[in-house]
C-alpha cells in the first residue's frame, strides 16, 4: 500500500496500453451516442427558453469584474512567459488564474441577467470553496490506482503540496437544475455539461505552457493532443459536470436545511 499512499504522489509505476485504433474508434461512437441526446435537447430547450431572456437589456458590467479580467491577464502573462524572476513563484499562479475567471462569468451573469452566485447567495458561493477541494481530491486519490494524469514541476513538501493543491482544487464547481430533465427540460444538464467542457478547455490551456503542469498518460486512446490532454479525454468532462450538479445539489440541501433550524427562520412570518 506504501505507492498508493505517497505523498506528495510522484512515483510512475503504472505502464499503460499503446494506443489502439480499434479502441479510439468505439470509444467515438459511444461518445457521440451519449451527447447525440443532449445535444438535441438542449438546442431545442435553447429555442423555447422564456421570451424575456431574449429581449432582455444588458446591465452594466460591473467594475470588479474589470479587476478579475485585468488580475486574470496579469496571472496568464505570469504563468506562461517564465521569467527567470518569477520562477519560484510560478507553481502559485494557477489559483489567481482561477479566481479571475470566476470573478468575470460571475460579472457576465450581472450583465446578462442582473443576478449572480457570488452577489446574490454570497455564503453560499464561499461554502463552495473548501466543498470543491475535498471533491476534488476524492479524484487525486481515484487517479493514484490508473495513474491518468501526473504533475511536473511540483517539488514540494508533503505539507506545502497539500495547501497549495488545496488552493487550486477549491475553484471546481456549482450546481444546475438536475431533476428538470424528467419533465423534458434538459439545459440545466447541458449547461453544467458544456460548463464543465468549458472549464476543462481553460484548465488544460493555462496548464500546457505552465512550469507547473500535469500531463497525461491514458491507455488505448492517447493521441490527438489538444494541449496535454487526448482529444477524447475532453470527453470525460461532460459527465464530470453532472456529477457536478449531484455535489452541489447535496450541498445546497444541506446549506438549507442548517439555515431553516435557524430560530429566526423558524419563526419567520412569510
Known amino acids: 500500500m506504501a505507492r498508493y499512499l505517497e505523498f506528495p504522489p510522484q512515483t510512475r509505476y503504472i505502464e499503460h496500453a499503446p494506443f489502439s485504433w480499434p479502441a479510439f474508434t468505439v470509444l467515438t461512437f459511444i461518445i457521440l451516442a451519449v451527447v ?5 435537447q438542449g438546442i431545442q430547450g435553447y429555442k423555447k427558453r422564456p421570451q424575456k431572456f431574449v429581449d432582455s437589456t444588458p446591465n452594466p458590467f460591473p467594475r470588479w469584474g474589470w479587476i478579475g479580467i485585468s488580475t486574470g491577464i496579469v496571472a496568464w502573462i505570469l504563468a506562461w512567459t517564465h521569467f527567470p524572476w518569477f520562477i519560484p513563484y510560478q507553481p502559485h499562479t494557477f489559483s489567481p488564474l ?7 462569468v460571475n460579472a457576465l451573469c450581472v450583465r446578462r441577467t442582473g443576478h449572480s452566485l457570488m452577489t446574490d447567495r454570497p455564503g453560499f458561493f464561499l461554502l463552495l470553496f473548501p466543498a470543491s477541494a475535498v471533491f476534488w481530491w476524492f ?3 481515484l487517479n493514484r490506482f ?4 501526473y504533475y511536473t514541476g511540483v517539488e514540494f513538501s508533503p505539507r506545502a503540496y497539500f495547501w497549495y ?3 487550486p482544487f477549491t475553484t471546481i464547481k456549482e450546481r444546475h437544475i438536475f431533476s428538470e430533465m424528467a419533465a423534458g427540460d434538459w439545459r440545466g444538464a447541458v449547461s453544467a455539461a458544456l460548463a464543465a467542457l468549458f472549464c476543462g478547455w481553460f484548465w488544460e490551456m493555462w496548464n500546457y505552457f505552465s ?3 500535469w500531463e497525461y498518460s491514458v491507455p488505448l486512446v492517447h493521441r490527438f493532443l489538444i494541449f496535454e490532454m487526448p482529444l477524447l479525454g ?4 461532460l459527465p464530470f459536470g453532472l456529477v457536478c450538479i449531484v455535489i452541489g445539489g447535496m450541498l445546497e440541501k444541506f446549506n ?4 431553516s433550524t435557524r430560530p429566526d427562520m423558524r419563526h419567520k412570518k412569510t
Do not use: D
Not at 36 to 40: G, Y
Not at 98 to 104: C, D, K
Not at 256 to 259: A, L, P, R
Open 139 to 141: 479524484f487525486e486519490y
Open 146 to 149: 490508473v495513474q491518468n494524469w
Open 98 to 104: 482561477w479566481f479571475s475567471l470566476i470573478m468575470v
Open 211 to 213: 512550469l507547473a503542469k
Open 256 to 259: 438549507i436545511c442548517k439555515s
Open 234 to 237: 475532453y470527453g470525460g468532462y
Open 165 to 167: 493543491a488545496t488552493l
Open 36 to 40: 447525440h441526446p443532449f445535444a438535441v
